[in-house]
Nanobody, 125 residues
């Protein structure tokens, strides 16, 4: 089992950058695929959270295509940490950002086993 704790959210102006961090507790972090999802404040109840990116245990990266140019996922297994670098943020990026982990794959449409509590990012125009 793994527990996830995100940090790094906050309020920024459009065009600025932000890096989110997620520290995992538990054993064998390197065995897990990790990733990031987000949920916008105005999303309808029941709408699935949006997949952003994932990093498998073997080093395979996956991104939501339209976010790939601005968002970068990375991980440091020695620190049990996964990061999300976000550049050129816009108001449409305002959301709660969630770190996830799973012993299987983390992909668009998947339902990862472990979720953090989320960190809020607010982008003003």
């Amino acid at each position: 089992q793994v527990q996830l704790a995100e940090s790094g959210g906050g309020s920024v102006q459009a065009g600025e950058s932000l890096t989110l961090s997620c520290v995992a507790s538990g054993r064998d972090f390197s065995d897990y695929a990790v990733g990031w999802f987000r949920e916008a404040p105005g999303d309808a109840p029941g709408k699935e959270r949006e997949f952003i990116a994932s990093f498998s245990w073997s080093g395979r990266l996956s991104y939501k295509p339209y976010l790939k140019d601005r968002f970068t996922i990375s991980r440091d297994n020695a620190k049990n940490t996964v990061y999300l670098q976000m550049n050129n943020l816009g108001p449409e990026d305002t959301a709660d950002y969630f770190c996830v982990a799973d012993l299987g794959m983390v992909t668009d449409g998947a339902h990862p086993t472990y979720w953090g509590q989320g960190t809020r990012v607010t982008v003003s125009s």
